[in-house]
């Protein structure tokens, strides 16, 4: 799919973890030095992709009470293997670091999403949330891309070994996807029995 297949996955990384970023830029990065997409327009389709697929987190902190979207983690934020007590840790980070926390938490793995989230709930104005997201997302999509052009350059030489270990991969992730799911779930479930009882 190209640059749109690269925005997509950028855009479904942001909203349905776990589709990490440190896959698909750096195998982007590859495509182009294998001539089939251009590295700066695969970096531009992954800060596109990024900072469309921030915006459901960004909106829905602006326009819905705290309280409120607190309560939708602690149902069903697992799903998404988001906690309550991690989202209130971006917001911790976010009052105390101000606007550049945008930029910096677009570069940290676990803080690149939820920080949309004390974004939003300050009410920081979009430009400035798109400028600061842009510029940390611009900087992390360029070094996975780089990265990953670098080893094109060894084509040959990884070629045997790319396939399985891709696999090996996206296995890794989506078990740790499941465990964190089912661990959540447990916790949610316990929490519930103890209010009830």
């Not at 389709?45 to 960004?58: E, S």
Request: glycine content about 10%; some cysteine.
């Amino acid at each position: 799919m190209g640059y749109a297949g690269i925005a997509l996955l950028m855009a479904l990384e942001n909203v349905l973890p776990p589709i990490p970023s440190e896959l698909i830029m750096p195998l982007a990065g590859y495509n182009a030095e294998q001539g089939h997409v251009n590295l700066w327009g695969a970096i531009a389709a992954g800060t596109f992709g990024t900072l469309v697929g921030t915006l459901p987190w960004y909106a829905a902190a602006r326009w819905l009470e705290r309280d409120r979207v607190y309560r939708w983690v602690e149902h069903h934020g697992h799903w998404l293997t988001v906690e309550r007590k991690e989202l209130e840790r971006a917001v911790d980070w976010f009052g105390k670091h101000g606007r550049w926390t945008v930029a910096v938490g677009r570069l940290i793995p676990g803080i690149r999403t939820l920080i949309s989230v004390p974004a939003g709930f300050c009410h920081m104005p979009l430009w400035q949330y798109l400028s600061y997201s842009a510029a940390g997302t611009l900087i992390w999509t360029g070094i996975l891309a780089y990265l990953g052009s670098l080893l094109g350059q060894n084509y040959e030489r990884v070629s045997t070994y790319l396939g399985p270990i891709s696999w090996l991969v996206m296995g890794t992730i989506t078990a740790v996807y499941l465990v964190r799911l089912v661990r959540m779930r447990k916790r949610n479930h316990a929490r519930r029995a103890s209010h009830e009882s």
